[in-house]
């Protein structure tokens, strides 16, 4: 069915008890008849062959068009937290590249390859991780020199240096871990539940943290408890998070919600087609991307 411009209806809707008519414009030759809710459309082929060989490489290793689809947008997120020397000035003050990313996607959606984006920067992770062992080390054999008494002053406490940082957290702990950090870090989690359960918690809810840092404001923590007072002048984190739409709603669950403006939202819409989940051509995909060793900058 054609639909053409001078043959649009006119509608009518509500507005504040009072009923207001507008013209719906439809153009010339327009198939109503076209479900095109229904279609399936990914990213063309041509974007993948301008992107930079730090993802070109390894989106040419994935064969699902949705599974290209679902990296970019994590690789996206997990490459604005390793980008460090980057920075633009907008409105009267200097952003950092740090992005706020929400995959929605049903169960089954083929999705799944939106956790090998994490591995993008495993290595960094991983040797930050290193890093802080031989902190520990260290802090272990002087503490115990310190307490036989052949060393004078107290070792300071070993620092936990990490680039993703645990969403199942409390409101000190992620403080402290970005302190750490030097204000830098990335929450990423395939399951958005994960965050959402513990913003609802009496002690993990970090929201306003997670507010104030997409916009690298102070963040300052007062511990009692030894009188530790913790400043973070401008955080630097990035959030990855992918998940089912009710359990969104958990953690956005309107759009008045601080986080729903912050977020780039990117809803993955399914097919009807079935996946060939043993697919051979995909077992070498976890030691290819465990082998990705991208260097922050």
Known sequence: ?????????????RNQGKDTKFVVEIPDKTDLSRERDNERRTFSPKLYQSLPHLLKEPLERLNDPIEKEVFLIGALGVISG?????????????????????????????????????DLAKTIHQNRRDEAKKDLNRYKVENKEYKAGNKDEEPAPPKNYMLFLPANNSK??????????????????TEGDTLSDTLKSDHGNFTDLLNKSFHHEPVTLFRRTGEEYQEIEKPQLSVVLSSTFDQYKKLIPTIQNGLFSRFIHYTLKPVAEFRN????????YPEYFAKCKFRSI
């Open 1 to 13: 069915m054609s639909a053409k411009h001078n043959s649009a209806p006119n509608s009518i809707f």
């Open 82 to 118: 390793i980008l460090p020397n980057v920075r633009g000035f907008y409105d009267q003050q200097y952003y950092f590249p740090n992005l706020y990313i929400y995959l929605i996607a049903p169960y089954g959606s083929g999705k799944g390859g939106f956790k090998l984006a994490r």
């Open 172 to 189: 000190s702990g992620i403080t402290q871990l970005l302190n750490e950090n030097e204000g830098k870090g990335i929450l990423f989690e």
């Open 277 to 284: 989940v043993f697919d051979k051509s995909k077992r070498s």
